[in-house]
């Protein structure tokens, strides 16, 4: 169910940062988990980054770790995904996901966004 909201992308150049945001749009209540995916132009769709509803435990994909951070605002009903070093490569659509196991595979979530399109320039 569509009951999130991505905002933040754009377009830039290699090396530079994005800050991604994901609010509530509906969404009941409850001790989410959260994740980050995306999907780049003629591939699949693949996680890039998840965070636990305490934000203790979070886990990357192996391309963005380093460069990338998700974490969380509860008090806001908000998640983020600072991605900083930015690569052609990152170009793609991210949506993010909420559900109740912190898990790699998008199907395991029950709420989702439509999506902010990342363009990254070389």
């Known amino acids: 169910q569509v009951q999130l909201a991505e905002s933040g992308g754009g377009l830039v150049q290699a090396g530079d940062s994005l800050k991604l945001s994901c609010t509530n749009s509906?969404?009941?209540?409850?001790?989410?988990?959260k994740a980050w995916f995306r999907q780049r132009p003629g591939k699949e769709r693949e996680f890039v980054a998840g965070i636990s509803s305490d934000s203790r435990f979070t886990d990357y994909t192996d391309s963005v770790r380093g460069r990338f951070t998700i974490s969380r605002d509860n008090a806001k009903d908000a998640m983020y995904l600072q991605m900083n070093n930015l690569k052609p490569d990152d170009t793609a659509v991210y949506h993010c996901?909420?559900?109740?196991?912190?898990?790699?595979?998008?199907?395991?979530?029950?709420?989702w966004g439509l999506g902010t399109q990342v363009t990254v320039s070389s």
């Open positions: 996901r909420a559900g109740w196991t912190l898990s790699r595979n998008f199907r395991d979530y029950d709420y």
């Open positions: 509906g969404l009941p209540f409850g001790p989410y988990v």
